[in-house]
């Protein structure tokens, strides 16, 4: 692409122009030359935004010192930098108020999953959402517009009653704010909700197939951004895959799909990061989860990015749990919970399932006990029991079974003891008890409740 080619794409940025699209014409935009810039200025845009996905902040500033003579492209821009603070933020909305110049093409939600920790973070305001309805709605209308302002609200708010457990709460907006954005066409929006119901819908235990929900939700955006959140949704996907315990598609999206963050690091796929650092968990690739944690860290300290923070301590912190480092894991499970407590992130700790339970029960110990923390395990506990197969490193047999240890599984299924299996096979208990260390080996199970278990998630059973 040319300059001019470059200067009227971004003219569609707000409905046909995605980040993937900045990011794929990446080296035209740094092709553009100096003069050709300020007669097609919009080249900044593109710039600036290759910039920030590269995690590179300051020179990101840069581009916004360099424009001359166009203070709404300015404002527009700093908006979506990653270090902008709350309150710079709030002081140049009111600018635009006080010029009545409502900007439209703000991507808080960058193709991501979650609007309040979209481009910017700003999931730290979430209990103010209950307390300034008006204020936040009227600061939606210079974002969106005024027509979709009321339903982003209630979405922020549906986001905030889910992390805090309201659940019932939270599915009653998010459903009100999918009907609009459907009906307005706001794809981003719209994608941003049917994920947080699928998470609400998860937590609830309804009648719902993830998978089958992630394909629903390509329906929607088959034909409008499918560019921009397909990538996403297929990290979604994998997300809901760790829950049913489906290791082909876990394996296959890590090695066909998943973001190499040696080859190409784009913050754009911190989403699909978070994910593949769950991967690495389940594949106890502890080493390279913890060098992806370390790279993002600095860059999301930067941006004042809490509730991903607290997510990466939390997955560092299971990660360290699993390895036999408790000290480290506590540490890490310190600063996410710090984090947790004074933002209300309650259920991104407990969606973390089993592993993360385990963990939080010894730190209990060791600690002490707190209202909110046992507010937290509780709501962990039920995760864990909901979904045991959630983060679990996929079994591997240690060799071929026999008939008759098939059949003594089925037998030991059936609640039969030693002396009746004996007396079933006309063998000795001491042969039984033979057969029985064999099958445990080869399972990896430690008792006969795993042993059953573990042969049925192989299908042995």
């Given at each position: 692409m040319?300059a001019k080619?470059?200067?009227?794409?971004m003219?569609?940025?707000?409905?046909s122009?995605?980040l993937v699209d900045?990011?794929n014409?990446?080296?035209?935009?740094?092709?553009v030359s100096?003069?050709?810039?300020k007669?097609?200025?919009?080249?900044y845009s593109g710039?600036?935004?290759?910039?920030?996905?590269?995690?590179?902040?300051?020179?990101?500033?840069?581009i916004?010192?360099?424009?001359?003579g166009?203070?709404i492209?300015k404002?527009?821009?700093s908006l979506?930098h990653?270090e902008?603070?709350?309150?710079?933020?709030?002081?140049?909305?009111e600018?635009l108020k006080s010029i009545?110049?409502?900007?439209?093409c703000?991507v808080?939600?960058?193709?991501r999953p979650?609007?309040?920790?979209?481009?910017?973070?700003f999931?730290?305001?979430g209990p103010?959402?209950?307390n300034?309805?008006n204020i936040?709605i009227?600061?939606?209308?210079y974002?969106?517009?005024?027509?979709?302002?009321l339903?982003?609200y209630?979405?922020?708010?549906?986001e905030?009653?889910?992390?805090r457990g309201?659940?019932?709460e939270?599915?009653v907006?998010?459903?009100?704010t999918?009907?609009?954005?459907?009906?307005?066409?706001e794809?981003?929006?719209l994608?941003?909700?049917?994920y947080?119901?699928s998470?609400?819908?998860?937590a609830?235990?309804e009648?719902?197939n993830?998978a089958?929900?992630i394909?629903?939700?390509r329906?929607?955006?088959?034909e409008?951004?499918?560019?921009?959140?397909?990538?996403?949704l297929?990290?979604?996907?994998?997300l809901?895959a760790f829950y049913?315990?489906?290791y082909a598609l876990?394996?296959n999206?890590?090695?066909?799909?998943?973001?190499?963050e040696y080859?190409?690091?784009?913050?754009?796929?911190?989403?699909?990061?978070?994910?593949?650092?769950r991967c690495y968990?389940v594949?106890k690739?502890?080493?390279a989860l913890v060098?992806?944690c370390?790279?993002?860290?600095?860059?999301?300290?930067?941006g004042?990015r809490?509730m991903?923070?607290c997510?990466l301590?939390l997955?560092?912190?299971?990660?360290l749990?699993s390895?036999?480092?408790?000290?480290?894991?506590?540490?890490a499970l310190?600063?996410?919970l710090?984090?947790?407590?004074?933002?209300?992130y309650?259920?991104l700790?407990?969606d973390?399932?089993?592993?993360?339970?385990?963990?939080l029960?010894?730190y209990?110990?060791i600690k002490?006990?707190?209202?909110?923390?046992?507010?937290?395990?509780?709501?962990t506990?039920?995760?864990a029991?909901?979904?045991?197969l959630?983060?679990?490193?996929?079994i591997?047999?240690?060799?071929?079974f026999t008939?008759?240890?098939?059949?003594?599984?089925?037998?030991?299924e059936?609640?039969?003891c030693?002396?009746?299996?004996?007396?079933?096979?006309?063998?000795t208990?001491?042969?039984?008890?033979y057969?029985m260390?064999?099958?445990?080996?080869?399972l990896h199970?430690?008792?006969?409740?795993?042993a059953i278990?573990?042969?049925?998630?192989?299908?042995?059973?």
């Open positions: 040319n080619e470059l200067h009227e794409t003219f569609k940025f707000s409905h122009f995605f900045a990011r014409h990446k080296s035209d935009f740094f092709a100096p003069e050709e810039m007669k097609y200025w919009l080249c710039q600036f935004l290759n910039y920030v996905m590269d995690g590179k902040l300051k020179e990101a500033w840069d916004i010192d360099s424009i001359q166009n203070e492209m404002i527009g821009l979506v990653p902008i603070t709350w309150q710079q933020f709030v002081k140049k909305i600018y009545n110049q409502p900007l439209a703000v808080l939600t960058a193709g979650s609007l309040l920790n979209g481009f910017n973070d999931s730290r305001i103010a959402l209950v300034h309805q936040f009227d600061y939606g209308k974002l969106y517009g005024e027509e979709c302002s339903f982003i209630k979405l922020c708010l549906a905030f009653y889910y992390q309201k659940l019932l939270a599915e907006l998010v459903s009100q999918i009907k609009e954005f459907d009906k307005k066409s794809m981003r929006l994608f941003a909700a049917l947080l119901q998470k609400i819908l998860l609830h235990k009648n719902v993830a089958t929900y394909k629903e939700i329906k929607y955006i088959r409008v951004g499918y560019a921009e959140f397909s990538y996403n297929d990290a979604a996907e994998v809901y049913d315990g489906d876990i394996n999206w890590l090695k066909k799909s998943a973001p190499d080859l190409d690091f784009n913050m754009l796929d911190l989403y699909r990061y978070m994910i593949k650092i968990i594949t690739k502890y080493a060098a992806l370390e790279k993002l860290r600095p860059l999301l300290e930067a004042r809490h991903d923070l997510e301590d997955l560092l912190a299971m990660s749990y390895s036999g480092n408790k000290e480290l894991a506590f540490e310190s600063r996410a710090k984090i947790a407590k004074k933002h209300s309650y259920r700790v407990a973390e399932g089993e592993i993360m339970l385990h963990l029960l010894e209990a110990e002490g006990r707190s209202p909110i923390l046992m507010r937290i395990i509780e709501l506990r039920e995760m029991i909901r979904y045991p959630y983060l679990k490193v996929q591997v047999v240690n060799g071929k008939k008759m240890e098939v059949d003594i599984l089925k037998l030991i059936q609640g039969k030693k002396d009746e299996i004996a007396e079933y096979f006309l063998i208990v001491n042969t039984v008890k057969h260390k064999k099958i445990y080996s080869k199970a430690k008792n006969s409740c795993q278990w573990n042969a049925k998630l192989l299908g042995i059973l």
